[in-house]
């Protein structure tokens, strides 16, 4: 059984945390998404407030969730949009260590706070190596560890603690190199502070990677 399936903090806090955070970083996230193009995946779309930041180019959005309770809130979300924008989006719940989509599908992926918090992100990250088209872009917008030593420091002390009270999140991860090791190739990326974010999250990285894995 999956941790979101039977963790309160994924069926109650994360998606309210998320909704907040997601305002916090409204302006980062449309930039970010108005990059997807085709058939999309977004991996980890939470409660959908990400629905309507999709433009035009976008064909399809399979919006892919692990835990039903916060598929049940994306449902009324999608309710609320237009007839062709529900035309475009299904609703998919399922892991990402086992994505239920075949070979060459996707011709992007959105991975927006997701990967600090997956069992694995290295099998995460080989999926969606596997969906997407050769060429096709991963867009990722993520928490990892610090530049700042002192900061590194805590993180690595206090994750721990942190890792079991936040459902999984890691506060210590290098998800760029992640990326890269899993045979991507970062076409853009920056790193930066985050200065409305507690200290210890405050580091993100942001960037489109091309699938070259194959």
Known sequence: MSLRRINPYYRWLFPWLLDRVSKVVAPERDQLLARAQGVVLEVGAGT???FSCYQKQVTKLLALEPDTGVVAKARKVLRGLSTEQQDKIELLVADAMAIPLSDNSCDTVVCFLVLCSVPDPKQVLSEIGRVLKPGGSLLFFEHVLADSEK???WQHRLNPYWH????GCQLNRETAEY???AGFELL????YEHLSFPVLVR???TGVAVNSSH
């Open 151 to 153: 900061v590194q420091r």
């Open 179 to 181: 990326i890269q090791q």
């Open 203 to 205: 580091q993100l990285v």
């Open 48 to 50: 959908g407030t990400s």
């Open 164 to 167: 079991r009270c936040a459902g």
């Open 188 to 191: 853009e990326h920056q790193r």
